[in-house]
Each structure stands twice: as structure tokens, then as C-alpha cells.
């Protein structure tokens, strides 16, 4: 399969613990987007690479949180001292950066987190 | 400010007819583009369709059509020949220009559910 994958599908956590997320985007895409969605609500922008460069944060995004993409290939996001108001899904999605299919945004399944 | 409205919260069709899902929208911005995804229970978002604010024609894609009225900001998804497997939600996004890249604004979402 090459499409965007995520790791893991699913994770509970105690409030105050951290966790982190992994996005394997499509191989060759420059562009690595996370999103995050609550029940009932559309995904909402968190920040965005272009290869390594992290070039636009969310308001959303606080301070507990953090994202990286050494290499512009693969991409981590890591919540520190999850609080409940954390759960949600975590949703990675790239794109290639040229051509038509640069319109098009590939979304991963998803990371459940769940903050009990 | 750039907005996405879904007004159907959910939509029930009998299998083989066609559907419309409604999706207005709000920018100021010349151009822009808009998406259509599909998220079964599984999570994941799938790319459906895409319309850009300078595509002459209205997009189509298999049994999907994006009905595309820009003087009335809207981009009504059309699903023909409805089946079983569309039952999911639906959601209605809008690319704000930054940059060039795809940050997606999302609406709330239209669950369908498709009746045999």
C-alpha cells in the first residue's frame, strides 16, 4: 500500500502522559499536512511542512505541542502532558508540491487518542 | 473570513437514486479551490472531487459531480446511481491560497446513509 499511512491507529492515555504520533506520507511528496478532528467537526489545520521546513503553525497547535519532519520524509507529533481536552483524531496528509495532482490532498487513516 | 457551511447534518437516499449534498461557501480570495471527501466509520478521509474557482466546467468523477455556482458561492456534491458502500460522512473543504500550499478549511460534515 502507498498511501499515507499513520502510526498508531489508536491510543489511550492518561492525562499528564505524552504520546506521539507517526505519519509516513506518500514516498515523494514534499508536502505534510496534520489535521485534527473532534466528534461532530471537520478537521481542523494544525501545521504544515514543505519537505523539512515547518512553515506554518496553528493557532491550535500549543505550546504541549510539537512537530517535526527531520528528513522531509516522515513526520512526528508528539503531545506533551495530555490533557482530555486532547482527544481527538489525528489526522496526516500530504501532497505533491507541482502539477495537477498538487490540488489533491492524501489523508492517512487517522490516530485515535483518547485522554482518560 | 474564509468559511464552509453544511446545512444538511444528514441526508437519506434510497439506493440507485442520486443525492445532493449542499456546501456554500465564504471567501474574498479570486482564487481558491474546493474539495469534496468521503470518511467511512474506518476514519479515513478520501479524495472525491476538485474544483477550481477558474475551471470553466463543472468537475466529474465517475458518479460524482461537483455542481459549481460561483456567483451563489456554492459546490453542491452530486452522487449518481447511489449504492450501499456511500454511506459515510461527507465533508465540503475550501483550499485558502498561502503560498501555493493546501490548507483546507472543512465544514461540519453531512452523514449519508444509503437505504436498500
Known amino acids: 500500500d502507498t498511501g499515507v499511512s499513520q502510526d498508531p491507529r489508536h491510543k489511550i492515555t492518561k492525562r499528564g502522559q505524552n504520546v506521539t504520533f507517526r505519519c509516513d506520507p506518500i514516498s515523494e511528496h514534499n508536502r505534510l499536512y496534520w489535521y485534527r478532528q473532534t466528534l461532530g467537526q471537520g478537521p481542523e489545520f494544525l501545521t504544515y511542512f514543505q519537505n523539512e521546513a515547518q512553515l506554518e503553525k496553528s493557532r491550535l497547535l500549543s505550546d504541549r505541542f510539537s512537530a517535526e519532519r527531520p528528513k522531509g520524509s516522515f513526520s512526528t507529533l508528539e503531545i506533551q502532558r495530555t490533557e482530555q481536552g486532547d482527544s481527538a483524531m489525528y489526522l496526516c496528509a500530504s501532497s505533491p508540491g507541482t502539477g495537477s495532482s498538487g490540488n489533491t490532498i492524501y489523508f492517512g487513516e487517522g490516530s485515535w487518542l483518547t485522554v482518560v | 473570513a474564509q468559511k464552509i457551511t453544511q446545512t444538511q447534518p444528514g441526508m437519506f437516499v434510497q439506493e440507485k437514486e442520486a443525492v445532493t449534498l449542499d456546501c456554500t461557501y465564504d471567501t474574498s480570495d479570486p482564487s481558491y479551490g474546493l474539495f469534496w471527501y468521503k470518511q467511512p466509520s474506518s476514519g479515513e478521509m478520501i479524495f472525491l472531487i476538485y474544483?477550481?474557482?477558474?475551471?470553466?466546467q463543472n468537475a466529474t468523477e465517475g458518479r460524482y459531480s461537483l455542481n459549481f455556482q460561483k456567483a451563489r458561492k456554492s459546490a453542491n456534491l452530486v452522487i449518481s446511481a447511489s449504492q450501499l458502500g456511500d454511506s459515510a460522512m461527507y465533508f465540503c473543504?475550501?483550499?485558502?491560497?498561502?503560498?501555493?500550499?493546501?490548507?483546507?478549511?472543512f465544514g461540519a460534515g453531512t452523514r449519508l446513509a444509503v437505504h436498500p
Open positions: 474544483q477550481g474557482s477558474y475551471d470553466q
Open positions: 473543504a475550501m483550499r485558502r491560497p498561502s503560498g501555493g500550499y493546501n490548507k483546507l478549511i
